[in-house]
Nanobody, 121 residues
Framework: QLQASGGGLVQAGASLSLSCVAS????????MGWFRQAPGKEREFVAS????????FYGDSVKGRFTISRDNSEKTVYLQMNSLKPEDTAIYYC????????????????WGRGTQVTVSS
């Protein structure tokens, strides 16, 4: 089970930090990813991280502004979001993969319920 939290309503330029806590499985063996979905749009890759946190990947629209990290001892993955823009408004989902830290949503095995992020202009 994955539980994301930390979403909210902020103004453009602000920062937010999302967390996703895992339970019930070997977190350290899972690659983790963050995705987002805005109303009427397809689910979009945001960031992913390998099992040991040594390699990270980012979507082009968030590169340089967002940072993904993980703490395997806490079974938690984080998404630090800086310089938020109105176009970052979406429901943010964390996901876990038994395979690689891919950008492809269909490759993830487990999904959390999502947390809403709203950025006002």
């Amino acid at each position: 089970q994955l539980q994301a939290s930390g979403g909210g309503l902020v103004q453009a330029g602000a920062s937010l930090s999302l967390s996703c806590v895992a339970s019930g499985r070997a977190f350290s063996n899972l690659a983790m990813g963050w995705f987002r979905q805005a109303p009427g749009k397809e689910r979009e890759f945001v960031a992913s991280i390998t099992t040991n946190g040594g390699t990270t990947f980012y979507g082009d629209s968030v590169k340089g502004r967002f940072t993904i990290s993980r703490d395997n001892s806490e079974k938690t993955v984080y998404l630090q979001m800086n310089s938020l823009k109105p176009e970052d408004t979406a429901i943010y989902y964390c996901a876990a993969s038994k395979g690689w830290a891919t950008r492809i949503p269909g490759a993830y095995d487990y999904w959390g319920r999502g947390t809403q992020v709203t950025v006002s202009s």
